[in-house]
């Protein structure tokens, strides 16, 4: 009886304890816009595993390919230019041990070729671009493409000057604010508001824990995407996780416990695209889009458009309400209120 009365205890505290965070997180202010294009194929870098990553040749082979969406990263060199580039220090990109925040643009070395595809060891990207290109050149390049911005650093001017291009060239609607940290993600919605933004670590694990506990459908939900990591993928790339069966098992356990397919439905009744990143494979392309993905973030565009013409892809957007864990059915919300 005791060890039944000090279940009942921490169930009932830990119902409580979600009960505060809805209620904290549903203060934080208004919900943030949704993403005007879907995104079945984003393009990783670029597509880092047909052309250098982050280059403008792999941007112009992307879009070549068909991606509704390209995926790029941005840092801010001395002289204060956005730079697309993924590392801040240089010596796997360029083989040369420097720090692009010391250096001034125009110093800024070439990329190496080939290259090795991060998320695919032991395959290499060739080019015949090895530039960095400022942000300002792929806005003009590709006026209307949508883009996901990966802001690397805490750096408020990054931040800003981001923002301003973004308005200077109109085009919010188009543009994702992306970041896995949450204090960097304030920032740049305080920076510009009407650009959508995806969900840090920490926002992420606290829906997870309201999804679990039966509260998500009252958590006001501002974030556009969940962009998370295809579970399976862990066992086959740098991740620092067991090789082997081990590994596999940590991947299928992680996908049990986050990837869940009524939560993934969930989101997407609510507006919010679901990517999972970094598939590759063909084989993975199937896992992501069965799980209930959106779309996927892929190094290889031209491997996931003919998948996608050969009958792959997202189910249809759910528009029935989803269960709740305990398989009770909700409300429908009603449009604009998630």
Same mark, same amino acid.
Request: glycine share 8%; proline share 5%; charged share 30%.
């Given at each position: 009886m005791a060890a039944l009365a000090?279940?009942? /205890?921490l169930g009932g505290g830990l119902v409580a304890l979600g009960g505060v965070l809805v209620a904290k997180l549903a203060r934080r202010g208004p919900e943030g816009p949704r993403l005007q294009r879907e995104a079945r194929a984003v393009a990783h870098r670029g597509g880092a595993g047909e052309r250098i990553e982050n280059t403008l040749e792999a941007f112009e082979n992307a879009v070549a390919e068909g991606s509704d969406w390209l995926e790029l990263d941005v840092r801010r060199t001395r002289d204060g230019v956005v730079v697309v580039s993924h590392d801040r220090?240089?010596? !796997? +990109? #360029?083989?040369?041990?420097?720090?692009?925040? +010391?250096?001034d643009y125009q110093d800024l070395p070439p990329y190496q070729s080939p290259l090795e595809v991060t998320f695919s060891p032991g395959h290499f990207s060739q080019g015949c671009d090895h530039r960095f290109p400022r942000l300002v050149e792929i806005f003009e390049r590709f006026p209307r493409q949508p883009i996901s911005i990966e802001i690397k650093d805490d750096d408020d001017d990054l931040i800003n000057d981001v923002a301003a291009l973004v308005r200077r060239f109109d085009r919010a609607p188009i543009?994702?604010? /992306?970041?896995?940290?949450?204090?960097?993600?304030?920032? #740049?919605? !305080?920076a510009h508001p009407q650009m959508p933004f995806c969900f840090s670590l920490e926002r992420g694990l606290l829906t997870l824990l309201c999804w679990y506990l039966g509260l998500l459908p009252l958590l006001r939900l501002g974030e556009a995407a969940l962009l998370f990591p295809l579970p399976s993928i862990i066992n086959r790339t740098?991740?620092?996780?067991?090789?082997g069966p081990a590994g596999h098992v940590l991947s299928r356990v992680t996908q049990s416990l986050v990837l869940r397919p009524s939560l993934l439905r969930h989101l997407r009744s609510r507006g919010i695209q679901v990517w999972l990143w970094v598939v590759n494979e063909e084989r993975d392309f199937a896992e992501a889009f069965g799980l209930g993905a959106t779309g996927v973030i892929t190094d290889y565009p031209g491997r996931l458009r003919k998948f996608l013409e050969g009958g792959g892809g997202p189910s249809p957007t759910p528009r029935d309400p989803s269960p709740t864990p305990g398989g009770e059915t909700l409300p429908r919300e009603k449009k604009g209120r998630d």
């Open positions: 000090l279940g009942v /205890a220090e240089l010596s !796997r +990109q #360029c083989g040369r041990h420097l720090d692009i925040g +010391q250096l543009t994702l604010w /992306a970041s896995f940290r949450e204090r960097i993600l304030r920032k #740049c919605r !305080r740098y991740f620092p996780v067991p090789k």
